[in-house]
């Protein structure tokens, strides 16, 4: 699933989901309480920084068990909290957990300022790859100087709320939010109400642009204090990689799969232009963004309709299916268990069914947003998710069961090492579970009779496509505008102009109206303004084809890849068992080795998946005489 699916509870240190670091709003603090907090903690900042230069190895060690332990034990208490805020929503449990997460953003900040001190320090392996992780664990990094700090939190807190509070007022008065008027481009067909969604909901980023370049600053100034030349060398230095290497290396893995997209965007285009003309759609050239269904164009499945092949009906209806089978919300759950005990897992604890959330309350408010946690750090694992009876919560509930036997698979970690190799393995383990959902799957839990032939494949491939492979190019942009604006390559003049550079360059969309520098269309997107890094988004749709085929082959799969489901092989499982309990020990080159036997990422897993789909599209376009490209 993509990020606006899932969230998954992993501990607060590293790559929380929600509890971002040193982010006010996501940790739920007024910007008042959030600045009168940033100097209280800077004060010991400034404390630790008058230390001695001179320590030693073991003095570095003594940290490190101290700040894992001490992390430890402030996770389970932040979890809880967060659980209780998450599922009885009040006054009083916002503030439990606003206190606890602040809680945990002053000894996040104390001991990553801390850790920096040790920089130089020669350790062994396993002690510097913790001192790594604790110094580059802040998202958005605050200055020592206890002013700034204080007006970095405020200039966070005001963008979130910027965002949070965003609406688009019709002319009728009708005012809606984000996901409303979301949902209004999905259905809609009308290009210009279409435009009007559009432009209507980027005015709420304009106020955000001036906010946004002093954070910029401020945070760039807090990177370097920590030791980094800038925030953009920072969020790459969790790779594994050098930061520059890092970034060499997306740009290969877009151009394994850019042949793919630019056939599912010529065809997509030449469909579209069918639809509404040339007058709004060109034959060539980008697409206008505000026809692909959706708010940012990162995904266009919500167009399949407009450009499904003819005859492309599978046949059955899982949703349909699921209704004639007797599946209530629990046993769809014990379906998804199913698939990992057949691969080789054990049961999920009786807590497990006990403590979860698989039914909206009819008593009480709670944050319905399907999560998958970890409690405890060990066994006390959960999914939190109000469950619709529907092929798409189907798929949902295998995936957040993903994140949680990844979590009980690194439970003998130590806490530190808790984690997906990198940011980019969690969401792609999850992913990788539900592209075994396949008919095959469906006919062996006796839910399908028979499974279609080859026939219906492309339009099944197609609809995939439009969501896995359209987002690509969206899910590498974003971090490349970010990485540019903090390394100064973008300045504030060319914020937007810069923005819709990349948009044309990667994805070949362009705004449908006239934009400038007065407005500031990246902040219309969520993870911006919300110091959210996308890069692991990019990551996990890669990754996600390349376990997939990796898994089959173990499994001895003889088929289409994309047709393939490790439902039942135990051989599989156990090789991905391996990888999971390695959590964040090793590299991830190390823990891709395990399942892939390569130490590298590789692309075109994503090309033998939708192999015959390449095909088809290239033989619809040139049938039409399309002119790819843009």
Same mark, same amino acid.
């Given at each position: ?15 929380? &989901?929600? =509890? @971002?670091?040193? !982010? /006010?709003?996501?940790? *739920? #603090? ?119 700090? &204080?007006? =970095? @939190?405020?200039? !966070? /807190?005001?963008?979130? *709320? #910027? ?468």
């Amino acid at each position: 699933m993509t990020q606006a699916k899932t969230q998954t509870k992993v501990h607060t240190l590293l790559r929380p &989901a929600k =509890l @971002a670091l040193g !982010v /006010a709003l996501a940790l *739920g #603090l007024s910007a008042c309480q959030d600045e009168q907090h940033s100097v209280a903690v800077n004060k010991d900042v400034a404390a630790v920084t008058a230390v001695s230069s001179n320590v030693s190895t073991q003095d570095a060690i003594d940290f490190i068990n101290q700040a894992e332990a001490e992390l430890a034990a402030l996770s389970l208490e932040a979890n809880r909290a967060e659980w209780i805020y998450s599922n009885f929503i009040t006054e009083d449990t916002a503030s439990l957990s606003a206190a606890v997460n602040e809680k945990v953003t002053a000894t996040s900040v104390r001991l990553a300022t801390e850790a920096a001190k040790f920089a130089e320090v020669e350790l062994d392996a396993v002690n510097a790859r913790k001192l790594n992780m604790l110094r580059s664990a802040l998202v958005l990094p605050s200055p020592l100087d206890p002013a700034k700090n &204080a007006e =970095l @939190a405020g200039i !966070v /807190a005001q963008l979130n *709320g #910027l965002y949070g509070k965003g609406k688009y007022c019709f002319a009728d008065g009708r005012c809606l939010t984000q996901p409303e008027l979301s949902a209004l481009m999905a259905e809609s067909r009308d290009p210009e109400l279409l435009k009007e969604i559009w432009a209507g909901w980027r005015d709420i980023a304009k106020p955000m642009r001036p906010l946004f370049e002093r954070e910029v600053v401020l945070a760039n100034e807090g990177a370097k204090d920590l030791g980094f030349a800038n925030l953009s060398e920072l969020w790459r230095s969790q790779y594994d990689m050098a930061p520059d290497a890092f970034s060499t290396e997306l740009d290969r893995l877009w151009g394994q799969v850019k042949p793919l997209y630019d056939s599912l965007h010529c065809y997509v285009r030449g469909e579209l232009n069918a639809q509404y003309g040339d007058d709004v759609v060109p034959r060539t050239g980008p697409i206008p963004a505000h026809l692909l269904g959706n708010m940012w164009a990162q995904q266009w499945g919500t167009i399949y309709p407009l450009v499904a092949p003819k005859d492309a009906d599978p046949g059955y209806d899982v949703t349909a299916l699921l209704a004639k089978q007797g599946y209530d919300e629990h046993k769809m759950v014990q379906q998804a268990e199913s698939f990992f005990t057949s691969l080789g897992f054990d049961k999920l604890p009786d807590t497990f069914w006990s403590r979860s959330l698989f039914v909206q309350p009819k008593d009480r408010d709670v944050v319905c947003h399907a999560s998958a946690w970890d409690l405890d750090n060990a066994d006390d694992i959960r999914i939190k998710m109000c469950i619709q009876k529907t092929a798409e919560d189907f798929t949902v509930i295998h995936h957040e069961l993903g994140h949680n036997f990844y979590q009980r698979a690194y439970k003998n970690q130590p806490f530190i090492f808790k984690n997906s190799a990198n940011d980019g393995f969690h969401e792609a383990i999850g992913d990788t579970v539900a592209l075994s959902i396949t008919p095959k799957y469906l006919q062996q839990i006796g839910l399908l009779d028979t499974v279609p032939d080859a026939s219906k494949d492309i339009g099944l491939l197609l609809k995939q496509a439009l969501d896995k492979v359209a987002f690509l190019p969206f899910g590498l942009m974003i971090d490349q505008w970010r990485w540019k604006v903090f390394s100064g390559e973008i300045t504030p003049a060319n914020y937007n102009q810069a923005w819709w550079d990349l948009r044309l360059k990667y994805q070949g969309v362009m705004a449908p109206v006239a934009r400038s520098e007065a407005d500031f269309d990246p902040g219309a997107k969520y993870h911006v303004p919300g110091n959210v890094p996308y890069t692991r988004y990019f990551l996990a749709h890669i990754l996600q084809f390349q376990f997939h085929r990796s898994l089959c082959d173990v499994a001895g799969d003889q088929g289409p890849v994309h047709r393939c489901s490790i439902y039942g092989n135990q051989e599989a499982g156990a090789k991905l068992n391996q990888m999971l309990e390695m959590g964040s020990s090793k590299p991830w080159p190390e823990a891709l080795a395990v399942v892939t036997g390569k130490q590298e990422m590789d692309a075109s897993a994503v090309l033998d998946y939708f192999a015959p789909l390449k095909t088809w599209l290239d033989e619809q376009n040139t049938h039409a005489n399309r002119q790819c490209g843009w």
